[in-house]
């Protein structure tokens, strides 16, 4: 899992924030999954205790069509572009 330190700028991505409570086990397992493929730079996941937050870019659609089951169940994905 790549650490991003300082301010990146880049109109390709866009932040989330989704709330740990909302996932299930195999949920944030898959999310770790798919971050870690590491296929685009701008990807980037952070896991705080409640939290599941990071950059995700815009051409991902793998991770995309992950987060657009998740708002299927009704699981809430802020998104900041």
């Not at 932040?15 to 999954?33: A, G, Q």
């Not at 493929?37 to 069509?65: C, Q």
């Amino acid at each position: 899992m790549k650490i991003r330190n300082g301010f990146v700028s880049n109109s390709s991505s866009t932040s989330f924030v989704i709330d740990k409570d909302d996932l299930t086990e195999f949920d944030m397992s898959k999310l770790k999954e798919l971050f870690n493929k590491e296929i685009y730079d701008d990807n980037v996941l952070y896991e705080s205790k409640n939290h599941f937050h990071g950059d995700l870019s815009l051409h991902d659609e793998e991770i995309r069509s992950f987060f657009k089951k998740l708002r299927a169940r009704g699981i809430e994905i802020d998104e900041d572009e």
